[in-house]
């Protein structure tokens, strides 16, 4: 099966929410320029060249090698949306303290 750039990151973005985490991405990177909010420079950095890669027309494996053509886009889309998620999950429960004080305590769930 072949697959395109295209329908990966198709495929990418049905992940837990990911398209309706986009604007508290947004104001998460926001408040982190504004200094508001602090963020690991590698939280940010990771998943930004992930993306660039899968977007890239330069691969390691090119596409049209069939089978694992997809695969290094595939392994990086895999590990950069969920630490994305994850930090915008923290980033929403900072948020939410920020305007709430009376929240003192929360766990995130995967």
């Not at 329908?7 to 408040?31: N, S, T």
């Not at 940010?44 to 494996?61: M, W």
């Amino acid at each position: 099966m072949k697959y395109s750039k295209i329908k990966l990151a198709q495929e990418a973005i049905k992940h837990k929410g990911f398209l309706q985490k986009i604007p508290a991405i947004y104001r998460m990177f926001k408040y982190w320029r504004a200094g508001e909010y602090k963020l690991k420079i590698t939280d940010i950095i990771l998943p930004a060249l992930a993306l660039l890669y899968v977007i890239s027309p330069i691969d390691l494996i090119p596409d049209f090698v069939l089978g694992i053509g997809a695969l290094d886009d595939l392994a990086l889309l895999a590990m950069a949306i969920p630490m994305l998620m994850k930090e915008v999950d923290k980033f929403l429960l900072w948020e939410s303290q920020r305007g709430n004080p009376k929240i003192t305590d929360a766990e995130i769930v995967d």
